[in-house]
């Protein structure tokens, strides 16, 4: 059984991560909600975002508009999971990662 995780194989070009950030942008989601969904590691996606910083391509970070809920409306959760995963972005390409 291959326990490893196959999205770490893949190799965008520059125009595929181009293309990733304009999909960003129009989606509303948060990045690490939108790495979810697309299989994309949010640690490629932060890297890349950076190297487009530092040749002053930007893919612009933007809020998320919040929608009070209904009183009888149960906002949607994520599936829980028994694992946690926090990583911060400390700028300049660094990153600081836990995983339980």
Request: charged share 25%; net charge positive.
């Amino acid at each position: 059984m291959n326990t490893e995780d196959p999205r770490k194989n893949i190799h965008r070009s520059e125009s595929e991560w181009r293309e990733i950030f304009e999909a960003y942008q129009e989606s509303g989601l948060s990045i690490n909600m939108f790495c979810q969904e697309r299989g994309i590691p949010a640690s490629s996606y932060r890297l890349w975002n950076n190297k487009f910083a530092s040749i002053g391509v930007v893919a612009p970070l933007k809020f998320i508009k919040l929608k009070k809920a209904a009183e009888n409306e149960v906002p949607s959760l994520p599936p829980l999971s028994n694992s946690l995963e926090i990583e911060i972005d400390l700028g300049s390409g660094l990153s600081l990662r836990i995983r339980r």
